[in-house]
């Protein structure tokens, strides 16, 4: 089935980086790649913008949006700019010379720096959300209530789980609170983001009115960069703290409630695995009375997937979850930040079924997928997640989908690859041996051992001298250089062969190629032999006439001569 889908707009591949490892299938949460052309796309519509896929790439293929230019551009339009920092700001940036984490102080005089009118924590957004969920719990309408902050969380529901979407908290995130706050504030203002997700962004345009661009740590720091504005040290202006700068840690949202209803339990889900098997507990009903904070980052934001600390390592994400706790709870504490109540509608968003249309095309074409990669037999069926997906029947169903290819099972290629190599050593009439840097014999085919009149199991393993001249092969790993078809004699097993001796210096191994021209050799020695013999009998023929030329020269004149020429000729061609 063809799948046509448009480019993901947050996130994309450079494609001249993919070098097709599958890893990030394999940390996809919902299989939201499409393996195409040998490059591994995004799949917008099903994407929940986790950023695991980004985080994992080896190669640094995954590429995420960059929106410098349009907050540029809302600077310039001059009516000024707000930016909302998220509180993991102070996890992300820390200070090169002394290496304490930046302030918000200094946070404030690099980006006011840049041109903004302003910085404000996000901090502020969340002290609002946090109300909100107190309000929902002591309400104690829905039996399972799920935090709403994280908006790759949202989407997992809204596109997976859309049964589940009654549990979800339906408050706006901490961004759109404090955007909304500071637009009130600061009326025609406009807002920018700055944190550690790339899902922020989608939630940004999909409820507008907020904030109006959602920029990534990463894409602060190079902006920064471009503008050569350094990142210092700067001291603190206050001391206050707030509770709510706990909220990018695992747990914080929780911390900052009050949690007054005895009737919930209150607890955290991190990590998106961890999150899809608790909505599926609840899509199922098995849970009862709980408040779940729930965010898809292990570690919640400051696990972020644009945590940018000094680059992101490749294939890897750059987490330090004690070092990241201590440096937000060493910010955060103490009371609330004052702010000013709003009303619950204010405060409320409506978070629609983006429901995915599915096609399961049932079990007998997903056998049949399975039927021609050669498994017949379900012990065929090894799960062994290389081609990126849990189970060989995941990996087919995702084959019918149009999102796979069928050939992405490396165990059935290096089947096909050996049964192949295996069937040219089995049928050529050439002899190979394979020996190892010891050479020792590693490999031997049937033709070798009818060559040299051998039996397999006897040598593998030994030395080759026992067999051969070892002398090509030692030649061929000290100057590292390959021989071809060389017209060899074995003594010992009277045969000719021509020789091909290879060094494959990458694999440790060297390959000897015989091929057996014994009696190719014997035929072209009695045709030299029987040639020899006729020049003989030529010569013999020539003296003879001469001396009979001789006798009668003065009979035969210019005949002899004539009669010389012709012999001679004949002689040559002979020869
Ligand atoms: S993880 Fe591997 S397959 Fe995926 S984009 Fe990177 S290089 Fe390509
Ligand atoms: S961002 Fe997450 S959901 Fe989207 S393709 Fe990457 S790993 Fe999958
Ligand atoms: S055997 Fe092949 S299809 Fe099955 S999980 Fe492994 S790589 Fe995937």
């Known amino acids: 089935m063809e799948y046509e889908q448009p480019m993901n707009e947050y996130l994309n591949l450079k494609t001249a980086n993919c070098r097709k490892c599958y890893k990030c299938i394999r940390h996809c949460p919902v299989k939201s790649i499409r393996f195409d052309d040998n490059h591994a796309y995004i799949i917008a519509e099903d994407c929940i913008l986790c950023g695991n896929c980004f985080v994992v790439c080896p190669q640094n293929a995954k590429e995420v949006r960059n929106d410098v230019e349009k907050a540029r551009a809302l600077l310039r339009e001059g009516s000024g700019v707000y930016v909302s920092l998220a509180p993991s700001f102070t996890a992300n940036y820390t200070d090169e010379k002394s290496g304490q984490s930046l302030t918000f102080s200094a946070m404030e005089k690099a980006v006011k720096e840049l041109g903004f009118a302003g910085i404000e ?160 507990d609840v899509a199922k009903g098995k849970l009862r009375k709980c408040f779940i904070e729930m965010s898809a980052c292990t570690g919640s934001c400051t696990g972020g997937p644009v945590m940018d600390r000094g680059g992101k390592q490749r294939g890897g994400k750059s987490f330090y979850p004690v070092r990241d706790y201590l440096a937000v709870s060493s910010y955060a504490g103490g009371d609330d930040f004052m702010t000013a109540s709003y009303p619950a509608e204010a405060l409320t968003k409506t978070i629609r079924s983006r429901s995915l249309r599915k096609i399961h095309l049932g079990e007998t074409a997903v056998s049949e997928v399975l039927r021609k990669i050669g498994k017949t037999k379900t012990e ?65 085919n049937a033709a070798a051992c009818k060559l040299l009149n051998i039996d397999p199991p006897a040598i593998l393993g030994d030395q080759v001298i026992r067999i051969l001249d070892p002398a090509p092969f030692i030649r061929a790993v000290q100057e590292e250089k390959n021989a071809y078809n060389k017209r060899v004699y074995l003594a010992d097993y009277e045969k000719y062969v021509d020789e091909t001796v290879i060094y494959d210096k990458n694999y440790h191994i060297i390959i000897c190629i015989m091929r057996d021209v014994t009696e190719e050799t014997r035929q072209k020695e009695m045709k030299e032999n029987f040639n020899r013999k006729a020049v003989d009998i030529t010569d013999k023929v020539i003296e003879k006439q001469m001396r009979a030329v001789q006798e009668i020269a003065s009979l035969l004149g210019e005949t002899t001569a004539e009669t010389k020429i012709a012999l001679t000729k004949l002689k040559e061609s002979l020869l």
């Not at 069926?381 to 490396?410: D, P």
């Open 380 to 444: 065929h069926e090894l799960n062994c997640g290389t081609c990126g997906y849990n189970t060989c029947r995941e990996k087919a169903q995702a084959v019918l989908e149009g999102k796979a290819s069928l050939f992405m099972c490396l165990p059935y290629l290096l089947e096909k690859a050996e049964s192949f190599s295996d069937d040219i050593i089995k049928n050529t009439p050439n002899g190979i041996i394979v020996l190892n840097e010891n050479f020792e014999v590693h490999q031997i």
């Open 121 to 280: 924590e996000t901090a502020v957004g969340a002290t609002l959300v946090k109300q909100r969920y107190d309000a929902l719990v002591n309400a104690g309408e829905s039996d399972v209530i799920i935090s709403s902050c994280c908006h790759s969380v949202n989407q997992l529901i809204q596109k997976y789980y859309p049964d589940v979407l009654p549990s979800l908290a339906p408050v706006v995130s901490p961004m759109q609170a404090h955007c909304m706050d500071l637009k009130r504030r600061h009326p025609g203002a406009k807002t920018v983001f700055i944190g550690p997700c790339i899902s922020k962004k989608a939630e940004a345009e999909t409820y507008t009115g907020f904030a109006d661009c959602a920029l990534t740590f990463e894409e602060l720091s190079q902006w920064l960069a471009d503008e050569s504005i350094a990142l210092t040290y700067v001291e603190e202006e206050t001391a206050d703290k707030s509770l709510a700068r706990f909220f990018p840690v695992s747990g914080g949202i929780l911390r900052t409630m009050k949690k007054e209803n005895r009737e919930y339990a209150y607890l955290t889900i991190d990590g998106i695995e961890n999150c899809i098997r608790a909505v599926e």
